[in-house]
């Protein structure tokens, strides 16, 4: 009986010791569980918004994976939540490159996706082409989304219609004159064609488009939720 008692206070220590570990235990598990969880929230949302901000028919961008530089250079925390509500109320942070674009909250950890997307810079081209009698026509030197025509005739010719690949985009019987502006397909090169009355001198037709120059970088989403 008396080693029993002696016994008592080693067991109660050691039940001490067990709960104690248990709880710990426990503790670093829901720790552990809550963590992997809010990681996972963090890379859908990043995941999420990245795959928005690549879209074909995203605002940011001219094409899938091809982001406008103009417009992204625009994008602000407040633009970033209007137009992609998917960050919700998390902390968010959109880099391209060494710029940041947006930033929102304090997204000093959380979790950062990245992809290789291309930007696009559109640059101004002028174009005077020598129009032959024969073929009145100019195939622009690279693809343009627009272009500007101005038609000064130097003699007593009068262009009537203009041709975008075939496809009649201005016509006038009486003679066009002026500058006009024609959308084109980005996809594909675009050839001119001018109808006139007569052989178009030198200097009749001044042509402004618009081509593209895309260059690689890395775009880094960071949420921390």
Do not use: C, W
Not at 37 to 57: F, G, H, K, M, N
């Amino acid at each position: 009986m008396t080693r029993g008692q002696m016994n008592l206070p080693a067991l109660a220590v050691a039940l001490l010791v067990v709960t104690s570990v248990t709880v710990v235990s426990l503790g670093l598990a829901d720790r552990a569980y809550l963590s992997a969880e809010r990681d996972a929230d963090e890379r859908r949302i990043a995941v999420a918004l990245s795959e928005r901000l690549v879209a074909p028919d995203s605002q940011v961008t001219t094409r899938a994976n091809v982001l406008d530089s103009e417009t992204v250079a625009d994008l602000n925390h407040s633009r970033l939540r209007s137009q992609f509500p998917v960050t919700g109320d998390a902390d968010v942070e959109v880099r391209l490159g060494d710029r940041t674009l947006a930033v929102g909250g304090d997204p000093t950890g959380g979790t950062t996706v990245r992809r290789i997307v291309l930007v696009e810079n559109r640059t101004t081209a002028s174009l005077t082409p020598d129009l032959s009698p024969s073929d009145p026509a100019v195939t622009l030197p690279r693809r343009s989304p627009r272009v500007e025509i101005e038609l000064t005739p130097l003699d007593e010719s009068n262009v009537k219609m203009v041709k975008a690949n075939e496809n009649v985009v201005l016509r006038n019987e009486s003679g066009l004159r002026g500058r006009f502006e024609v959308r084109l397909s980005r996809f594909e090169t675009t050839t001119l064609a001018f109808e006139s009355d007569g052989a178009l001198a030198e200097g009749s037709v001044e042509l402004t488009y618009y081509p593209a120059e895309t260059s690689k970088a890395v775009l880094a989403v960071t949420v921390d939720d």
